[in-house]
């Protein structure tokens, strides 16, 4: 019955959306106030039964009710209750019906919450999220119809994919697709304004702050998952640069770059086309990446024909890239280039260009990346693999250029090629830097990196990362001056400016963070119970009693106690329970790992293996992984960042200076 | 029972995936020609060892982990076999550990997997042929692209210095104006 019934809210939900998309043109073509309400109203009706179905779909979830393919295919009856929640998006049909839902509440909200100043382009802005909602629906009632039926109902489920039993998974794949979704507003008003022929009033304050919500939701949500890949899967890394996580890292790196020009057409009314193109590129980016990991176009070009959901994304994909080029082509023209006097000049202008020089071609890296081998194979039949190596052979340089455009880019002004106090910041900056370096240096153990071209790697790396955070603070204590230390007014007035500040702070120790995968230790250790062993400075203690068995929730745990001291006081600093688990539904065994550790590094012990018979003799991988903490503390301070300057008033307003009121300080 | 610890854990290593597609585990690449016969060439002890191996520390020597980081892992997403206990990333290291036995160098067993597995056991794409592209693509870009960038940039400061702070639509405007002032002092 339930089934049914979520069935028909998803047909009606595209139903209702084409219709929306049709009326919403219509009302754009002859200006007709009333039928763009109704196309309004049939936005606000998808959402609702959008929602309801998914919210039919959990209640399933929760009534164990197996005569639903998909809730038997994903949950089980012994499945935690939370689990029971988050199996609805643990597998393709329940993630899509989670992916619209959330696009029908963004469009919702973004057609509800539309400004006044842009109520010409409404129509399109309605016209654009509803087609892609229509066709995202067309492809859930075609191929990924949770819904479908499964009778006679079996007494119990499959079970949920156990390495998503983790409630990073149950927060990193919502997050994502609010970050995605959140980039169709973008995308949309970019479609509006390029038939719409002009970038209208309130253009720019709203796209910014969809995007800078997009850039929060989506900064967190690829940190999630890398979290999740550190203590789930055990290799002791958090990026690998698989084709996934790389499909997530390019809408972010597109709207990044996106922000930055936003703020150089905010500023200078310069790069509005550019702003367009990008806004397009990034909600393009999401869908490319849902292509490369749903079609299995990944894994072979052989795979892609097999799956049926891979040509309808390649056909949308294509769709999208035509229709957009071809309204760029025919309406860019009347997207007129600068309505100011404002010239071009070698400053902070010319620094957020060669900003977004280096996030779009970090993004085309990894996109050739990806697709390379897909490229290859169809054209010299021959397989190849393109993996971390070549990635992390570019991430360097490209660091250098984030780190070197971070320090002297926000230093500059617009419209002018003298930095105020510029010797002084820079100079500063550099005397500031060596005593941070070699604290780091000291704390963080760089010397004891063993090859060479890995140690230049980080001084050289740790060094400038200090400089520019020396930089950003000498601005930063700059523009405080310019208000005389009237910390609320330069609040008030700088909230844009200083969530910047901060997440380029945030970067910069991201970026300290990374350079500790130079220094990574790694070491295989077979020991007998009660036995101990050495290992950088600790020291690790096997129990006696062996392998020991545990029960939690539906899986079985053969957990290694295993005691770790510091070496130098003797004090116990863990009582770790390195594991292997064993799930009910499942042959495999999976691996509970152990973190532990300070700020400086990470203990991450791997029960690798043991003796089956007795349990008393286990190899037991060691990694001592740098720094991994400071990644985590970074980005929080990128998502803090970017929410800090959300909530700037004025940003993006044309009549800042009015809506600000009168605010030049008497020095 | 063969225990393969991070055997599927490492083989969704695709991670996402998990929600994304549960199909992945059957777009698991299929192994090259040369791959099955690599398979039943390998001696049945040699399987032994592989379990074993995971009992043992011999993967800790530096020589060893120089070139099982180079190989990829078969049957994983975006890892090395030096990363991955899957059984068939089990079944190279042993490998590698054979032929460090025999003294080859690290070139001449890269080779060896090279010419068993194609160039697809390689981590990056061999600098070669048409996979040079994908090394001359980025290189390309990140040295023009600010070359680029600054000559534009430049030429952009030619002007503003030839005619001083006025940008192209005042000059525009500046000259329609003296010719409609033109226009009206001739008559």
Not at chain 1, 123 to 143: D, E, K, N, Q, R
Not at chain 1, 160 to 178: C, D, G, K, S, V
Not at chain 1, 454 to 481: E, H, M, N, P, T
Not at chain 1, 529 to 539: D, L, P, Q
Request: proline share 4%; with cysteine; charged share 15%.
């Amino acid at each position: 019955m339930l089934a049914n019934y979520g069935f028909y809210l998803i047909f009606l939900c595209f139903v209702c959306s084409f219709y929306g998309f049709v009326s919403a043109i219509m009302a754009a073509f002859w200006r007709h106030r009333r039928l763009y309400n109704s196309s309004k109203m049939a936005m606000t009706v998808t959402c609702l039964s959008a929602v309801s179905a998914s919210a039919l779909l959990i209640y399933a979830f929760y009534q164990r009710d197996y005569s639903i393919a998909y809730v038997a295919k994903n949950s089980s009856n012994d499945l935690p209750p939370i689990f029971t929640l988050t199996a609805f998006w643990s597998s393709l049909e329940g993630s899509h019906t989670l992916w619209t839902s959330l696009l029908t509440i963004v469009g919702a909200v973004a057609v509800w919450t539309g400004n006044k100043d842009n109520e010409h382009i409404m129509p399109y802005v309605a016209g654009s999220i509803h087609a892609v909602l229509a066709w995202m629906f067309y492809l859930a009632i075609t191929h990924s119809d949770p819904f479908v039926l499964n009778l006679p109902a079996p007494t119990n489920g499959r079970g949920m994919n156990e390495l998503l039993q983790n409630i990073y998974m149950a927060i990193h794949p919502p997050m994502l697709f609010i970050g995605y979704t959140t980039l169709a507003v973008p995308f949309a008003y970019s479609i509006a304004a390029l038939v719409y022929g002009d970038i209208t009033e309130g253009w720019l304050k709203t796209t910014r702050r969809w995007t800078l919500v997009s850039f929060c939701f989506l900064t967190a949500a690829i940190t999630l998952g890398g979290r999740w890949a550190y203590v789930e899967l055990g290799w002791a890394g958090y990026w690998a640069w698989d084709p996934v996580e790389n499909s997530s890292f390019m809408p972010w790196l597109l709207a990044t770059a996106l922000l930055h020009c936003l703020l150089v057409q905010e500023k200078l009314g310069h790069l509005k086309r550019l702003s367009l193109v990008l806004g397009i590129g990034a909600f393009f980016m999401c869908y490319v990446g849902t292509f490369l990991t749903r079609s299995g176009v990944v894994s072979s070009v052989h795979s892609f024909a097999e799956s049926p959901i891979g040509p309808n994304y390649l056909i949308y994909l294509a769709g999208l890239v035509l229709i957009s080029s071809a309204i760029y082509a025919f309406r860019a023209p009347s997207i007129l280039p600068a309505d100011t006097e404002k010239v071009w000049g070698v400053s902070k202008e010319s620094a957020l260009v060669v900003t977004q020089f280096l996030l779009l071609s970090f993004a085309a890296i990894i996109f050739i990346g990806t697709m390379f081998p897909i490229v290859s194979e169809a054209i010299t039949g021959q397989r190849i693999s393109v993996q971390a190596p070549y990635f992390n052979m570019f991430a360097p340089w490209v660091g250098l250029g984030v780190i070197l455009g971070i320090a002297v880019g926000n230093l500059m002004r617009y419209q002018s090629d003298k930095i105020p106090y510029g010797k002084k910041i820079i100079l500063g900056a550099i005397v500031f830097a060596i005593p941070v370096t070699c604290f780091l240096i000291y704390m963080g153990d760089v010397m004891s990196t063993k090859k060479t071209s890995s140690l230049i790697a980080q001084l050289v790396g740790l060094y400038l990362a200090s400089w520019a955070i020396g930089c950003l603070f000498g601005d930063l204590y700059v523009k405080l001056r310019d208000v005389n230390f009237k910390y609320g007014l330069f609040f008030s007035r700088s909230q844009g400016y200083f969530g910047g500040w901060v997440a380029h702070i945030g970067m910069m120790i991201a970026i300290i963070g990374f350079l500790g995968n130079y220094r990574g230790m790694e070491e295989r250790v077979t020991v007998h119970a009660g036995e101990n062993f050495s290992f950088y400075g600790y020291r690790f203690e096997f129990a006696k009693e062996g392998i020991q068995l545990r029960q939690e929730h539906n899986a079985t745990l053969y957990t290694a106690p295993l005691k770790i001291f510091r070496e130098r006081d003797g004090v116990m600093i863990e009582d770790a329970h390195p594991a292997q688990s064993k799930y009910p539904t499942k042959d495999q065994v999976f691996n509970e790992i152990a973190i532990t550790g300070n700020i400086w590094h990470d203990i991450y012990v791997v029960l690798v293996d043991f003796d089956k018979i007795d349990g008393k003799r286990v190899t037991f991988q060691i990694n001592i992984n740098p720094t991994v903490r400071f990644v985590w503390g970074a980005v929080m301070m990128m998502v803090l960042g970017g929410l800090i300057a959300l909530f700037d008033k004025f940003r993006g307003n044309r009549s800042r200076d009015v809506v600000a009121g009168a605010w030049e300080v008497s020095a | 029972m063969r225990l393969s610890a991070r055997l599927l854990v490492s083989s969704i290593a695709v991670l996402e995936f998990g929600y994304f597609s549960p199909r992945l585990m059957a777009q698991m690449p299929e192994p090259s020609p040369k791959a099955p016969q690599a398979a039943t060439e390998t001696p049945a002890p040699s399987q032994d060892k592989g379990v074993k191996g995971l009992l043992g520390t011999e993967d800790n020597s530096p020589a060893f982990r120089d070139v099982a980081k180079e190989l990829r892992c078969p049957t994983c997403t975006g890892l090395s076999v030096l990363e991955s206990d899957a059984s068939f990333s089990v079944q190279i290291k042993d490998q590698v550990h054979e032929q460090m036995k025999l003294g080859k160098s690290k070139e001449d067993i890269v080779k060896y997997f090279v010419e068993r597995y194609g160039p697809w056991i390689l981590r990056e794409p061999p600098k070669e042929g048409f996979n040079l592209l994908a090394w001359a693509v980025p290189i390309g870009l990140l040295v023009l692209g600010p070359i680029l960038i600054w000559l534009l940039i430049w030429r952009r400061r030619v002007q503003f210095n030839v005619h001083g702070v006025r940008s192209t639509e005042a000059l525009v405007h500046e000259m329609q104006e003296r010719l409609q002032a033109m226009k009206e002092k001739n008559g």
